[in-house]
């Protein structure tokens, strides 16, 4: 099993930021890709941004040039720096993981409980 635990979310303003932290426990081999998502009610869930081991990433378009994603491979944590907030990026993050064990080329999917990030004046 693969445990994720995030922190960092919380209510700030419009056009403030905030920063999202991941790390990742249990038993695998390597992680292939860590990220973000987000659901906001009465949505579906979305993907926000990814990034692979090697730091290859992925945005969603509308947050391009606002977010960041970052990792700390040795510590098995992924970062999203959120600048310039917008009442749309309210929603419940959560983080995403996708892992091998080892002696097996299967991947796992891992999902952590989610954090609240509310952009409110």
């Known amino acids: 099993q693969v445990q994720l635990v995030e922190s960092g979310g919380g209510l700030v303003q419009p056009g403030e930021a905030l920063r999202l932290s991941c790390t990742a426990s249990g038993t695998f081999s390597s992680i292939v890709t860590m990220g973000w998502y987000r659901q906001a009610p009465g949505k579906q869930r979305e993907l926000v941004a990814t990034?692979?081991?090697?730091?290859?990433?992925n945005y969603q378009d509308l947050v391009k040039g606002r977010f960041t994603i970052s990792r700390d491979n040795a510590k098995n944590t992924v970062f999203l720096q959120m600048n310039s907030l917008k009442p749309e990026d309210t929603a419940v993050y959560y983080c995403?993981?996708?892992?091998?064990?080892?002696?097996?080329?299967?991947?796992?999917?891992?999902w952590g409980q989610g954090t609240q990030v509310t952009v409110s004046s």
């Open positions: 990034i692979t081991s090697g730091g290859s990433t």
């Open positions: 995403n993981s996708i892992v091998r064990r080892a002696g097996t080329s299967v991947q796992f999917q891992y």
